[in-house]
């Protein structure tokens, strides 16, 4: 079945540096577009990242352009998202989910906490 | 870039039938959404792909009590026979050329 299993959230201090992964398993990774999407309490689901399913192209929210970074090993099954000059507003639970169109799958969730 | 609007709440009765309502912004009136469902403590979940023509495609395993509609702007999502596990966070998604947005989303209680 489909699986998305992501880790590597934290506690991290503003301005430092983390690195969240995204295991695929259950369906044809190389071939399906992928995102990083954010939720807090407050502020819902934010959409993070996308990127296609050969890496060819990227796109970012604005709230991330120029601090994140998203790539993908599809030899490797995995996606990744370089989150550097954390703020503290970027505290959330960080979901991968697939889709190109509509996401039509989510992963778990990781919990990332940025805090002095 | 599409703004997704939803009501902050509603409620129904265990059995009976709600309507939850996603309004897109002006301009955007012809896009296809997506609905997703969300019970307390839990990752959201894919319920169903909605195009302005009302045709849509759920996602594997969803019952049938969920169906999908679009009238102009607004894109709904029909609960029937309510169940205790319905009570959960509904949120629509759409997307544009570089960017996906969220609605704000509903949170759905059973009585």
């Known amino acids: 079945q489909v699986q998305l299993v992501e880790s590597g959230g934290g506690v991290v201090q503003p301005g430092g540096s983390l690195r969240v992964s995204c295991a695929a398993s259950?369906?044809?990774?190389?071939?399906?577009?992928m995102h990083w999407v954010r939720q807090t309490p407050d502020k819902g689901l934010e959409w993070v990242a996308f990127?296609?399913?050969?890496?060819?192209?990227?796109d970012y929210a604005d709230s991330v352009k120029g601090r994140f970074t998203i790539s993908r090993d599809n030899t490797d099954n995995t996606l990744y998202l370089q989150m550097n000059s954390l703020r503290v507003d970027d505290t959330a639970v960080y979901y991968c989910?697939?889709?190109?169109?509509?996401?039509?799958?989510w992963g778990q969730g990781t919990l990332v906490t940025v805090s002095s | 870039q599409p703004v997704l609007t939803q009501s902050s709440s509603a409620s129904a009765s265990l059995g009976s039938s709600v309507k939850l309502t996603c309004t897109l912004s002006s301009g955007h009136s012809s896009y296809i959404i997506a609905w997703h469902q969300q019970q307390p403590g839990k990752a959201p979940r894919y319920l169903m792909k909605?195009?302005?023509?009302?045709?849509?495609n759920k996602g594997s395993g969803i019952p049938d009590r969920f169906s999908g509609s679009s009238s102009g702007a607004d894109r709904y999502l029909t609960i029937s026979n309510l169940q205790s596990e319905d009570e959960a966070d509904y949120y629509c998604?759409?997307?544009?050329?570089?960017?996906?947005?969220f609605g704000g989303g509903t949170t759905l209680t059973v009585l």
């Open positions: 259950g369906f044809t990774f190389s071939t399906s577009g």
């Open positions: 909605l195009e302005n023509s009302g045709s849509y």
């Open positions: 989910a697939r889709g190109a169109q509509a996401i039509d799958f």
């Open positions: 998604e759409t997307w544009d050329t570089n960017a996906r947005v």
């Open positions: 990127i296609r399913y050969d890496g060819g192209s990227i």
